[in-house]
């Protein structure tokens, strides 16, 4: 940034003075006016200077003024950069950034427009106004502290350097009563403004109200320790320098157009709405974050049941396959009972034929007037076909929703237990089919040979008691 | 028994630092609003004079000028014929010459006039000049307001600025109990620069006359003085005590009585604060002659209950009742 801000300037004259000021960072430089080759003097460092300027060697030129107010305006730039740098590093707290960034902007805005101005004494006077009360600001009334925090320090030193160098180029052309005046304006401006923040831009001019004009009148009067102004050449001297401003503050243009950029983006940043959004982009992430771990519960939680249902399940299928042991050992009764029963059947449709044969042979065959005492239901096979029909999709319901699950959760555990689950089901189903059709069957087969027999008896003629013996 | 001792010691060395904190708390001198009204209500209020014109030129010493500054823009609404030439930058060997050739009507002083500057006026014209106390004032030694040392005698502060101190060497914190990370910092001495009243003042108590050691960093703007120990922790410095700010405090000093005590307005008007300074102003007053107009009613509205609220909401301390009269006396022309 340091190397950023150094310039060249058309004339040999003034690049060389330039690189003076720039390689004499922090000090303060005084330079012989016109001359090839610029000598320098130095001044106290620090804060440990003397107002009361060395009155025995010459005074300050306008020429010189305007360089040193052009120096100080790159070496605040530098200082106070490399503070909001060291401010903002590491710095999660937009708030923070964005008012670090807003001093360094305010201050280098307004240093350049004090720099490239056409009057060295208003120069002076609002660099020292406006660098002044932002240590007052600051520093005094502890601004620094309540929005930084512990890294209040940084600004506090860059700000105080900036301070005490201000006022050391001050005692270049103000003497100990005019500095004193200053500092009067200055701390009394404040105390009836107290709630301006952006003091940065405030200007000499800003004092009229406390009798300040005389200060400057005096000034150029000559009443400092300013050089006078010789009328010759004073116009193409203005005129030059007018030229040398204007090429000054282009080449700082860039920089001052970053920081403004970068100025937008921390008050986007920090702006509430911005905020806000991105807490819940926060949460959002928190939320994404604990996805994985909320669906490893619920995956465990879904073993946890399943292994619950599956012992339910295991109990439910043994009783099931007990039952339809059971029943298979009924059907085979049945079964039994059913082939006993055709065999009797057989037996006394043979002996019917026999009887029936015997009943024709003696006229007895002829149809009886009197109707069944008992007609039977007729059979209907649809309630079987629809009670099976119910049955299949129920089992094809639970198919499904097996597969479903068995999609969403993609666990091998589930799939085996599932794969488990499923043949059992389906063989104990196959059985429970089987042997229920085999029941369908039976009862179906002994419908009809029940309708047989009952036709039968119907049919066969009822003695009568003359044919008794 | 032993850890009964043990106990009480313990106790003792709580109650002590207890003490300390509650030293360090008490160290805002400003007075609010509230206060300022009520200790200005008994003074007497200033009156308007018809047709006041004329041209009063004050210079003097930097915390003197502040207050005539003060007083300025308000009495030139009041008087806006009046022209009013206001310079600081300390009462030197140099103004006292211009005051005595008659080229400055007033002079703020925070000291007392040197007497051989009383000899040269004499010797001119016949009387000495007039002094009139315009507002209560005192050195109050500034540091840091993190910084925890908990009070300083006089002989400790001879210590730390004085080239050649007999009590031996005061260059860190720790030197004056001060514990913590600051113990073993070295100290920063600030002064104000040797034109001020309060540079003089001190060398003149405090150090005897002796030279302010190398190391003392000197300022010639009391703003930057104070803001000067606000920016470091180690630093310590002395000035009006209209002058503190947020990142500052006052160092309670050794009174006479032993006590440790701040610049407050109770102990600077009681005179129990050790280093007092009455701010005043000097004239050229002819015995039984009235003052030139213009410069009498600048000072009677500076005394009046308005001259004085404005100087304490500026940060000084306002005058007593007895104060004003006795300035009232002087200045003559009462209505």
Redesign the interface.
């Known amino acids: 940034m340091a190397q950023s801000m150094s310039h060249s300037r058309s004339s040999p004259t003034a690049t060389a003075a330039l690189l003076s000021i720039i390689l004499c960072t922090g000090n303060g430089c005084l330079f012989s006016g016109g001359g090839p080759t610029p000598t320098v003097q130095k001044t106290p460092v620090g804060s440990n200077f003397i107002a009361t300027p060395n009155t025995g060697s010459r005074k300050v030129t306008l020429e010189e003024l305007d360089q040193l107010t052009n120096g100080y305006a790159d070496r605040y730039y530098m200082t106070m950069g490399s503070a909001v740098d060291a401010l903002k590093r590491e710095n999660s707290d937009p708030i923070q950034r964005r008012i670090a960034h807003r001093v360094l902007l305010n201050g280098v805005l307004s240093m350049n427009d004090i720099a490239s101005s056409n009057d060295p004494y208003s120069q002076t006077l609002d660099l020292v106004v406006a660098v002044t009360l932002q240590s007052i600001v600051w520093i005094d009334e502890n601004r620094a502290e309540k929005v930084f925090g512990e890294r209040a320090p940084i600004l506090i030193k860059a700000l105080r350097t900036m301070r005490v160098e201000a006022w050391e180029l001050a005692a270049r052309i103000l003497n100990p009563e005019q500095l004193e005046l200053l500092d009067y304006y200055i701390v009394e401006w404040r105390r009836a403004n107290p709630a301006n923040d952006q003091v940065a831009f405030v200007k000499f001019d800003n004092f009229a109200s406390l009798r300040s004009g005389g200060l400057l009148s005096d000034l150029k009067s000559g009443g400092g320790f300013l050089a006078s102004i010789q009328e010759a050449g004073a116009e193409l001297k203005e005129y030059r320098r007018l030229a040398e401003r204007a090429f000054w503050y282009s080449k700082r243009a860039p920089n001052l157009a970053g920081l403004q950029a970068e100025a937008a983006v921390n008050e986007i940043l920090a702006a509430p709405e911005i905020g806000s959004i991105i807490q819940t982009a926060d949460k959002l992430g928190a939320t994404a974050a604990s996805i994985p771990q909320m669906i490893e519960r619920e995956r465990q939680g879904i073993f946890a049941e399943l292994d619950a249902r599956q012992t339910l399940l295991t109990n439910t299928l043994v009783e099931v396959r007990t039952i339809v042991l059971g029943a298979d050992a009924l059907s085979r009764s049945i079964s039994t009972l059913t082939t006993n029963l055709q065999q009797t059947l057989v037996t006394v449709g043979d002996t019917l034929k026999t009887v029936d044969g015997i009943a024709h042979r003696y006229g007895l065959d002829q149809p009886s007037p009197r109707p069944a005492s008992q007609p039977s239901k007729p059979f209907d096979i649809q309630d079987y076909v629809t009670a099976v029909d119910r049955l299949n999709g129920l089992v094809t319901n639970v198919h499904g929703i097996l597969i479903g699950a068995d999609q969403f959760t993609r666990s091998e555990g589930w799939n085996k237990a599932l794969r488990d689950t499923s043949d059992l089901a389906d063989q104990r189903l196959d059985r429970l089919f089987h042997n229920l059709w085999l029941t369908l069957g039976i009862g179906f087969f002994g419908t009809i040979l029940h309708r047989l027999i009952s036709n039968q008896i119907g049919r066969r003629p009822t003695p009568s008691p003359s044919s008794k013996p | 028994m032993i850890r009964l001792v043990r106990l009480l010691a313990m106790m003792v060395v709580l109650g002590l630092t207890s003490r300390a904190d509650t030293n360090q708390v008490a160290t805002v001198v400003r007075l609010n609003e509230k206060s300022i009204a009520e200790l200005t209500a008994g003074l007497s209020q200033y009156e308007n004079v018809a047709g006041l014109s004329g041209k009063l030129v004050s210079?003097g010493s930097?915390t003197g000028?502040?207050m005539v500054?003060?007083w300025?823009?308000e009495f030139?609404q009041l008087y806006p014929e009046a022209e009013?030439?206001?310079?600081?930058?300390?009462a030197t060997t140099n103004v006292f010459a211009d005051f005595i050739a008659g080229k400055v009507d007033i002079l703020p002083m925070s000291r007392t006039i040197p007497t051989n500057m009383v000899a040269d006026f004499k010797a001119r014209y016949g009387y000495e000049p007039t002094e009139v106390m315009v507002g209560p004032d005192a050195l109050g030694f500034y540091v840091n307001?993190n910084n925890p040392v908990a009070g300083l005698n006089l002989e400790q502060l001879e210590t730390i600025y004085s080239r050649t101190a007999p009590g031996g060497k005061i260059d860190f914190w720790g030197d004056v109990g001060v514990v913590g990370p600051l113990a073993h910092a070295p100290i920063s001495r600030?002064c104000l620069?040797k034109?001020h009243g309060a540079h003089t003042l001190f060398r003149e108590t405090v150090l005897k006359g002796a030279e302010y050691k190398f190391a003392v960093?000197?300022?010639?703007?009391?703003?930057?003085l104070?803001?000067?120990v606000?920016?470091d922790e180690a630093g310590i410095a002395f000035d009006s005590v209209m002058f503190a700010?947020?990142?500052t405090r006052f160092v309670p000093i050794q009174a006479e009585d032993g006590r440790y005590l701040i610049p407050s307005y109770d102990n600077v008007i009681s005179g129990k604060y050790p280093l007092i300074r009455p701010i005043r102003i000097v004239l050229n007053k002819k015995p039984d002659a009235p003052l030139k107009p213009l410069v009498r009613e600048f000072l009677r509205f500076a005394v009046s209950r308005r001259g004085q609220r404005i100087n304490a909401m500026?940060g000084g301390f306002p005058m007593t009742v007895e104060q004003q009269q006795q300035a009232l006396k002087v200045l003559g022309g009462g209505r």
């Open positions: 210079v930097g000028t502040t500054n003060h300025a823009v030139c009013l030439d206001i310079r600081g930058g300390g307001k600030y620069s034109r960093r000197f300022e010639s703007i009391h703003s930057s104070v803001q000067a606000g920016a700010t947020a990142r500026g």
